[in-house]
Nanobody
């Protein structure tokens, strides 16, 4: 069973930075694509950023140039560096792992709250 644990959320002022971490256990981490999603109150869940097993990345237009996703396979960890945070970035952020070949094999973390407020 794959387990994903997110951390790094918190309260930050507009313009500030946070780094989220997603640590995986119970699997060969390197064969999974990892995505960060977020859900704000009253909104649908949206894809924020993703990184494939090969290291290719993609970002939502709303975070391009501000967020950076990276992975350290030796530590079974994916990071989401968030800079120039805005109030509209406030949401619960979830880590998602999708097997690169068996794409129906998907796992979710429990989420971490990010609040951007003065």
């Amino acid at each position: 069973q794959v387990q994903l644990v997110e951390s790094g959320g918190g309260l930050v002022q507009p313009g500030g930075s946070l780094r989220l971490s997603c640590v995986a256990s119970g699997t060969i981490f390197s064969i999974y694509a990892i995505n960060w999603y977020r859900r704000a109150p009253g909104n649908q869940r949206e894809l924020v950023a993703g990184i494939t097993s090969a290291g290719s990345t993609n970002y939502a237009d709303s975070v391009k140039g501000r967020f950076t996703i990276s992975r350290d396979n030796a530590k079974n960890t994916v990071y989401l560096q968030m800079n120039s945070l805005k109030p509209e970035d406030t949401a619960v952020y979830y880590c998602n792992a999708r097997h690169s070949i068996i794409t129906t094999r998907v796992y979710w973390g429990q989420g971490t709250q990010v609040t951007v407020s003065a």
